[in-house]
């Protein structure tokens, strides 16, 4: 043999074992082989994978091993050094990498491994998700349910169709096998079974008593609680057979009555009744009641209360409305009817006036007339008979009328100022022929604090004074008639015997009280009632001669009460006497009217004095040619004039002596309001005090003010007539006057 | 001539005062407080006038020929004027007058000095077709008539 270089194997070239080996490593590095490329492949279609460069390392890992595989097919047999070479370098590399790869794999194979519970994590969640998703749907459902639900019982308003809609509603949401409803009896000691979901005939009477432990509990919460199946509200069908009955719940219905409803204070609890609303789950189904379904039949039941108390009012108010209807059209009948009458009797009253006026007036101008002529003493007889007659007729006539136009409301009253002494004067003048004939003595008493002026109407109080003092006098027999009218102060106006007559006095206001006591026949105490209504008469003895028509007392009431007063009627008995007594609101006029200076005083005459002869008169004026004309004008008025030229000179020359005293007050450089104003300091006294009088060109209302404030009796404009001196002298004198004996009195 | 005409006269010459504005009705007033008490009172009145009058124009021109006028008794004067002049009815002074007293509030000299002049003129007017007045109503007394007015 010649020595080569070639390698021996270690063993000897054995041809079956050698055969299988070299099959096994040509298949082995096939293996090897196609191990990257479908590596590679799948990562390639993946996107994914994160590992590339590990993949690379352990594809170069398995093709190297491959790769020496191979290279070991050809050492079987003898083989040069090369190839020994070759697969050593192979086998080196080889090496390498798979230590290589086995160092890298250590790194990741624990984060491959926690992708893979990341995944289970993930999953897991995602079920759950799934199931409270569905929790989440079925929820929803139900709140669509009760809305649905709340819809279709909100939507009518009759009691029997809110309760079986609820019934059927609540069936179909929750699947019931039964739902009923328990109502309260009359008597609230019972409930009784009103409404059935499945039984189509209503077991009426069937009922069980209301203080039931179990009910108690139920009717204490407010929620939805769950009973036994085995009590009696729940046993309502009728067991067959053997079956596990399903779960029932129950929950209190609150009935609200209107009464409830206090504005204060919201319903009391424990006074309030309750329905019992129970629900049956379906019989051998392994359903529970769920919470959320618990929530739904509370909110219902909520619901059906509220849904009942509006049914419930709704029906009150339609039954108020039809009463009132029927109220209202009895009340128009009543007023058409009234209307009618009083019409009538307006258009009677109208007619029967001018039809009875007409005659009466001829009667009495003619009788009258007669009277003038030449008649014998007995036709004079009957003359004035006729006359007597036809006067108390027309004046029967004018009472029935006034009282007809103070009933209807038409009537007013003239309001004036007017002399309140004169017309108590005017009284005593009437009535003292009558009463001297009757030899009774009048007496008049004016409080000292009366105000000499008032303002209301003057005819119809001396109207009312007459006819009180009238039958005072027409009553008495013998003795004597008192009359006092003073100014009432608050004591005496709260002791007027009625309680509704509350007077007000106030600024402008006082109130006239009048007394008339008469020591005649009396009146019964009982009958005093009576005297005030229409047409009653007091038929004793001592009137039936006295004639009237009865009316007087009447009218005299109505006009009272016209001027916001009251009047009334005392008297111990018959024979002791009787006391009339009337309160009557007047106006105080008002001291100084805007328009004009001084007062007007209307109730007496306003005749112009055309002679003021003897008038001592002062006037100041600066002006020497103006005080010339107005001395002038005075002097044909006939006053006694004395001029000065200053305010000095006024306060010397002034004296008690003159009457007026007429101030230029366009003078500057004299004050003359301070003039005045020391005038009225000298002259404290009222009366005795001479009138102020300024004379001023300016035509504004602040020297008018001005001439109020100082106290100024009254004010002319220049330039001055002698109408207009005239006029303003004798308004002054006259108020003048009476001021001065408004204070003696 | 006799009473009559002049009578006609006097009356044609006082409407013919009132129709130019020198008199106005306070003058007529006057006249009807004249009387047998007071048979002289409406020469009486006027004469007063023309004597106040004088002394107050005098016054004024004097205080409105001063450096520094003092407005405040310039406006005393004619407020006093004013007033006699409306007293007895004298219509355009009583105008001028009150024309006299806004200047004097606005102190306006020249506007016072023109309304002096204007007073003076309307003063003097007056005073002449009065003078002619009484003298009628002197004639008309002495032909043997009655008091006129």
């Not at chain 1, 209301?210 to 036994?228: D, E, G, M, T």
């Not at chain 2, 024309?99 to 000299?109: E, G, H, I, P, S």
């Amino acid at each position: 043999m010649e020595s080569c270089n070639c390698v021996e194997p270690q063993w000897p070239a054995d041809e079956l074992l050698m055969k299988y080996q070299y099959l096994s490593d040509f298949f082995i590095a096939l293996a090897y082989f196609s191990i990257p490329l479908e590596l590679i492949y799948f990562v390639k279609k993946s996107a994914v994978f994160p590992y590339r460069w590990v993949l690379v390392q352990f594809g170069a890992f398995i093709v190297l091993c491959g790769a020496t595989h191979l290279i070991n097919l050809w050492t079987f047999a003898i083989h040069s050094r090369t190839v020994a070479y070759v697969m050593t370098i192979a086998k080196v590399l080889t090496a390498a990498v798979s230590c290589i790869t086995a160092l890298m794999l250590v790194h990741i194979i624990p984060d491959l491994l926690s992708v893979k519970t990341r995944e289970l994590f993930l999953k897991n969640k995602a079920a759950e998700l799934d199931r409270e998703m569905g929790l989440i749907r079925t929820q929803e459902e139900t709140g669509r349910h009760v809305r649905m639900l709340t819809h279709e019982i909100r939507s009518t308003l009759d009691r029997h169709t809110i309760l079986k809609t609820t019934l059927i509603e609540l069936g179909r949401t929750l699947g019931l096998e039964e739902c009923a409803l328990w109502m309260p009896t009359r008597s609230g000691l019972e409930l009784q079974l009103s409404y059935t979901l499945r039984q189509q005939q209503n077991p009426v009477g069937y009922t069980v008593p209301i203080h039931l432990p179990v009910i108690n509990r139920v009717f204490s919460s407010n929620r939805a609680l769950k009973i036994s199946p085995n009590s009696p509200v729940a046993r309502i069908r009728p067991l067959a057979g053997k079956y596990i009955p399903g779960e029932v719940v129950a929950v209190r219905v609150p009935l609200l009555h209107l009464s409830n409803f206090q504005i204060n204070d919201w319903p009391e609890l424990s006074t309030k009744r309750y329905a019992l609303m129970v629900l049956m789950l379906p019989s051998d189904s392994a359903r529970q009641w769920h919470v959320h379904e618990l929530e739904l039949v509370e909110v219902v039941a909520d619901q059906v209360a509220v849904a009942l108390s509006h049914a419930a009012i709704l029906e009150e108010s339609m039954r108020a409305r039809d009463l009132l209807m029927e109220q209202n059209v009895a009340l128009d009948l009543a007023r058409r009817e009234a209307e009618t009458a009083i019409r009538a009797r307006n258009d009677f009253l109208a007619v029967m006036n001018h039809e009875m006026r007409t005659p009466m007036h001829a009667i009495i101008a003619l009788s009258s007339l007669l009277q003038e002529t030449e008649l014998t003493p007995e036709q004079r007889l009957m003359v004035e008979t006729i006359m007597k007659s036809s006067n108390l007729l027309a004046t029967l006539i004018n009472d029935v009328l006034d009282l007809s136009r103070l009933e209807d409301g038409s009537f007013q009253l003239n309001i004036a100022t007017f002399n309140l002494h004169a017309v108590f004067r005017e009284v005593l003048n009437l009535i003292k022929p009558v009463a001297s004939v009757k030899k009774l003595l009048i007496t008049l008493n004016l409080a000292p604090d009366l105000p000499e002026y008032a303002v209301g109407d003057e005819k119809r109080l001396m109207q009312v004074i007459l006819n009180v003092v009238g039958n005072a006098v027409k009553f008495s027999k013998e003795g004597g008639i008192s009359i006092t009218a003073f100014v009432a102060k608050a004591e005496y106006l709260r002791e007027a015997r009625t309680p509704e007559f509350l007077p007000l006095p106030s600024d402008n206001h006082f109130y006239l009280r009048v007394q008339v006591r008469d020591s005649g026949s009396g009146i019964n105490p009982q009958d005093i009632p009576k005297l005030f209504t229409k047409f009653a008469h007091n038929q004793s003895l001592a009137t039936r001669n006295s004639g009237g028509s009865g009316l007087g007392l009447a009218i005299c009431k109505r006009f009272v009460s016209l001027m916001d007063g009251h009047i009334w009627i005392e008297s111990e008995g018959i024979g002791k006497g009787c006391t009339a007594t009337f309160i009557v609101r007047l106006g105080i006029p008002e001291k100084l009217n805007e328009s004009k200076f001084p007062v007007l005083p209307r109730g007496s005459s306003n005749h112009v004095l055309a002679n003021f002869s003897g008038l001592k008169v002062l006037v100041m004026d600066d002006n020497g040619v103006g005080r010339a004309a107005t001395k002038g004008l005075l002097l044909h008025l006939g006053c006694d004039v004395t001029t000065v030229s200053s305010g000095d000179e006024l306060l010397h020359a002034v004296s008690q002596e003159h009457k007026v005293v007429l101030m230029d007050i366009c003078t500057p450089g004299i004050d003359s309001y301070e003039v005045a104003v020391q005038i009225h300091r000298l002259y404290s006294q009222h009366h005795e005090r001479p009138l102020l009088v300024a004379i001023t060109g300016s035509t504004d209302k602040v020297t008018k003010e001005n001439c109020m404030r100082v106290g100024m009796d009254g004010v002319i404009q220049k330039p001055v007539s002698l109408d207009k001196m005239r006029n303003v002298l004798s308004e002054l004198l006259e108020c003048g006057h009476q001021m001065s004996s408004l204070a003696r009195v | 001539m006799d009473v009559a005409q002049l009578k006609r006269q006097l009356f044609e010459y006082t409407t013919l005062l009132f129709h130019e504005g020198f008199l106005d009705e306070q003058f007529t007033q006057l006249q009807q407080l004249q009387d047998e008490n007071n048979p002289d009172f409406v020469v009486e009145v006027v004469s007063l006038f023309f004597d106040d009058s004088q002394r107050l124009l005098n016054e004024l021109a004097k205080a409105l020929d001063q450096q520094n006028i003092d407005f405040k008794k310039v406006d005393a004067h004619v407020h006093q004027l004013k007033g006699s002049s409306s007293s007895i009815g004298a219509q355009r002074v009583q105008r001028v007058c009150i024309a006299f007293r806004n200047y004097c509030q606005d102190k306006n000299v020249e506007g016072c000095l023109k309304c002096l002049q204007q007073v003076k003129q309307e003063y003097s007017l007056l005073k002449n077709k009065l003078e002619t007045l009484f003298n009628l109503e002197k004639q008309i007394l002495a032909a043997g008539g009655s008091a006129p007015m």
